[in-house]
């Protein structure tokens, strides 16, 4: 039931990385930005694109885009398979539909043992104090 999103969709943008790697990362463009319009994608229902909204955070722009940078591996083909994988969960878990819990009342039996239950506690426990000087 997993949505794929196209590839059409997506747009990248490659920069280069910090941190260690040598002369290596001052020189490739290994880092990807991926961007995708949430708001505006014609492979999401609705509900789907809520959920997805949701679960974005702080990914998301005010204009409905989610950002999601890579830089964990040394190459752009790793990197841009990483962002896409990182989408595609957040995909995957937006598509599931939350089940909702329909409330139920304590039936009467429940209610009996549970005061049972408090005042047979409420006893041991009193018998646990200083015992009386009479």
Do not use: C, H, W
């Not at 997506?10 to 319009?37: C, H, I, W």
């Not at 790793?78 to 595609?88: C, G, M, T």
């Not at 599931?96 to 039936?107: A, G, H, L, Q």
């Amino acid at each position: 039931m997993s949505t794929v999103i196209p590839e059409e969709e997506l747009e990248f943008r490659f920069y280069r990385a910090g941190g260690p790697g040598g002369q290596n990362v001052n020189k490739v463009s290994t880092a990807v930005q991926m961007r995708f319009d949430v708001k505006n994608s014609p492979s999401l229902t609705e509900p789907v694109k809520a959920r997805l909204m949701k679960l974005a955070g702080s990914r998301l722009t005010l204009e409905g885009v989610i950002l999601i940078n890579a830089v964990r591996f040394r190459t752009q083909e790793r990197n841009r398979a990483d962002a896409i994988e990182r989408l595609q969960a957040l995909v995957d878990e937006a598509s599931i539909k939350p089940v909702f819990r329909v409330p139920t009342r304590p039936t009467r039996a429940s209610k009996e043992r549970r005061l049972k239950a408090k005042t047979s506690r409420a006893s041991i426990k009193s018998g646990r104090g200083k015992p009386s000087l009479d």
